[in-house]
């Protein structure tokens, strides 16, 4: 699948990959009409926007990679996909792996939080032990099909441990074969560059970036300089998707009407425009009339 080429490859230059996040088909569809390279599947996102809750382990693997084939089917960008904790030990790991990459996913992120995991964010983590984790890295890379399916492990223990220790679990990932490392929550700039110079030679680094998160908020082009290959923005489209959506139903509730808020939406017409349809339904007729 053309989801799953070509960010290995990508990674090899030295332009920073920016894959902002998604949570459907409809939004992949308009990140890749934008110009991204690469699209961001957001476990929080996808929590916000299926179930209505918070990012604190809800959200099943069969849910997500159900989200991960919808916007596989619609997008040839490659898709990086949050996984939480590979939903259980190394054999769950490994059948999560398996049916990701099969759904599409070209990149499958996996943490080492314990369950019920919660947003990286978030305060009152709890974590599963080193070996736990690298066993579980060891497991996924055994698991992919593809060579081309990269494996991104991520720490989440500067909240829990303190940064000297994740360093050290981090290590541990980076030697167990992880192909893309990810420091979560690191707090401030001293430590986003510390991970870039102890790891940066050895293996793709990924940072996350929380509008109101721990993390200082740097645009892509001072993380490329910094040495990061890819950077995240995993939860900024749904955050303003609430925000236009408070609008508007406000606007609606006052109003009774949408018309004051028509210089902020698409008219049908527009939206069509954006999804093509009077192509589908063309190649829809050519069907019909036996064409092909």
């Known amino acids: 699948m053309a989801n799953q080429t070509g960010l290995r490859d990508r990674l090899g230059r030295d332009q920073i990959v920016m894959a902002p996040g998604v949570y459907d088909a409809f939004g992949a569809l308009m990140a890749e009409q934008a110009g991204f390279e690469a699209l961001y599947v957001s476990g929080a996102s996808v929590a916000y926007t299926k179930l209505g809750r918070p990012d604190i382990g809800l959200v099943s693997v069969s849910e997500l990679a159900q989200v991960v084939e919808t916007i596989s089917e619609r997008t040839d960008l490659p898709v990086i996909v949050d996984a939480d904790t590979g939903f259980g030990n190394a054999l769950n790991a ?16 996996i943490e080492d939080q314990a369950m019920p995991k919660r947003c990286g964010h978030l305060d009152g983590k709890t974590l599963v032990s080193p070996e736990e984790m690298n066993g579980k890295i060891h497991a996924a890379l055994d698991a992919r099909r593809s060579e081309e399916t990269l494996i991104i492990a991520r720490t989440d223990a500067v909240a ?57 908020l740097m645009p892509a082009s001072k993380l490329q300089t910094l040495g990061y290959s890819i950077v995240i923005f995993p939860g900024a489209l749904v955050r303003v998707l609430a925000h236009a959506a408070g609008e508007l139903f406000d ?21 069509n425009r954006l999804l093509g349809t009077d192509a589908m339904l063309a190649a829809g007729q050519r069907y019909s009339d036996g064409g092909g």
């Open 94 to 109: 490994q059948r999560t792996v398996r049916q990701l990459e099969r759904a599409g996913a070209g990149a499958i992120q």
């Open 251 to 271: 606007t609606l509730r006052i109003h009774g009407e949408t018309a004051p808020y028509h210089d902020k939406m698409f008219d049908l017409g527009e939206l």
């Open 160 to 216: 829990v441990e303190g940064y000297d220790r994740a360093m050290e679990r981090a290590e541990g990932c980076v030697d167990a074969g992880a192909d893309v490392l990810f420091i979560e929550a690191v707090t401030d700039l001293d430590q986003v560059k510390s991970a870039v110079d102890r790891f940066g030679t050895r293996v793709p680094l990924l940072v996350n970036m929380v509008e109101g998160g721990k993390t200082p």
